[in-house]
């Protein structure tokens, strides 16, 4: 059985907040001059006795912290360091063949991004503001903000995160912007105690290595997942990175109204007739389940609510042609589980590898009324992802799954959802008898807008951090 030393994990990894109903995501700013980057050491020594840890459950507040490749340089990190970072970290998410891996080209690329892109103020520490309620939520944050400015550390953007809408009509979870529940095919960690609720396929198909997620524990390879160190410090750091995770962060704009568009248009009959049926039937198959959350493969012909919260199936035994689930829907590409290959086991072990903590709240607000103006407002996914392995995990599903035209037999389309659409338009085949359909022209409905790297470590690290000299 694997120990996790909880009081050393922050809390993030363990749990999304979800009864947190008040948040904000602060993307800070070390200064330049000679006394910045102690006063920000000390900030950080006061910071880490305050960090929610995954010891126990926190009802009222909640902070988190993590640092960007560049923030733990502004910060006094060695070089040397840096050097046991992962190159994908060190490197960060906006260098030029990273937008290839992940597909930020186009009207994705960096160069436009709202934060985190060349040309604009870096971004070198992110800390995360939970509350349970308004009241709670405005006396963290004024505190909070009193002593960043004491510390000299500006505030280069502020993010408010919503809870998924819909969180009381969904069960456990809540609904995104294009009118989906979300978060029901969450991995669970091994150590956790949360795997003593699942057995046989399920505990096999959802239970993954904590080393998956954590670092220094043994991952899916079983081996200890390696983690940086500070070998430069006097007293040695050969722990340093033990107990922290990679946070990935990507700022992603919804364009609601071309989606529903795009799906009138795609389930006019010849003389240009709608159905909401179809157009539910048909945003279902670019998904890969129902807005309820139900999953295609046990129902494709209509919505079932009841089977909102149902993650117990492999495509391999309810529909290995896709017949149901089209091939190369989001959530049969961001998560094939047993369907990649011709034995069912070996494909569910593989894909496992690939495993990521999504820890998303959605931004802005409801999309309500298709004529909202000349300007229609922001809205969309602030995607946050925790994971030991950025390129064997969220990184190879971006590239090798989502992006990929060649996926599972597929040779000319994407994740039709969440993918950057080439010029023409994107498609998709729905697998059908006796005649498969072809969905063509799928414009471009999610736009990245920013995003980053993080370090998230362990209680200890931030305090060893805290103590850096120089």
Known sequence: MVQLERDDIQGFVMSGYGHMHRAAYLLLRVGEAAGDAPRARAWLGDLAPRLTTSEAPERERCLQVAFTGEGLRALGV??????????????????????????????????GWAWGGPGGKPVHVLLLVFARDDATFAS????????????GLEVVRQLTPERLPGLENVGKF????????????????????????LSGDDARRHVIEAGEFVLGYPNGYAKLTPW???????????????????????????DVGAFREFLRSQSADPDGRTSAEEELRLAAKLVGRWQSGAPLVKGDHRDDPDLGLD?????????????????????????????LGSKPDKALELANLHRILRRGRVFGPPFDDPHEGDVEPERGL???????????????????????PKFAGRYDEQDPLITYQPDGGGRLTIQQTPVRRRVVDIP???????????????????????????
Request: charged letters at 20%; aromatic letters at 10%.
């Open 78 to 111: 060695h070089a040397d360091d840096l050097a046991t970072f992962p190159a994908p970290f060190r490197e960060g998410m906006a260098v030029e063949h990273r937008t290839r891996i992940l597909g930020d080209t186009g009207g994705n690329h960096p160069r």
């Open 140 to 151: 963290v944050e004024a505190e909070e903000r009193a002593l960043l400015d004491a510390a």
């Open 174 to 197: 809540g609904v995104e912007h294009f009118g989906f529940a979300d978060g029901m095919s969450q991995p669970v960690v091994r150590g956790s105690g949360q795997e003593a609720k």
């Open 228 to 254: 940086p160190k500070l070998a430069t410090e006097p007293d040695g750091g050969a722990d340093f990175g033990r107990n922290g995770t990679y946070l990935v962060f990507r700022h992603l704009a919804q």
């Open 311 to 339: 993650n117990s199936f492999g495509y391999a035994e309810w529909d290995p042609h896709g017949l149901r689930c089209p091939i190369a829907s989001h959530v049969r590409r961001t998560n094939p589980r047993d369907s």
């Open 382 to 404: 602030h995607f946050i992802c925790l994971n030991a392995n950025i390129e064997r995990q969220f990184e190879f599903i971006q590239h090798t799954w989502c992006n990929n």
């Open 444 to 470: 471009s409905f999610v736009t990245t807008r920013g995003g980053a790297y993080f370090f998230l470590p362990g209680i200890r690290a931030v305090r060893q951090l805290g103590a850096l000299a120089g």
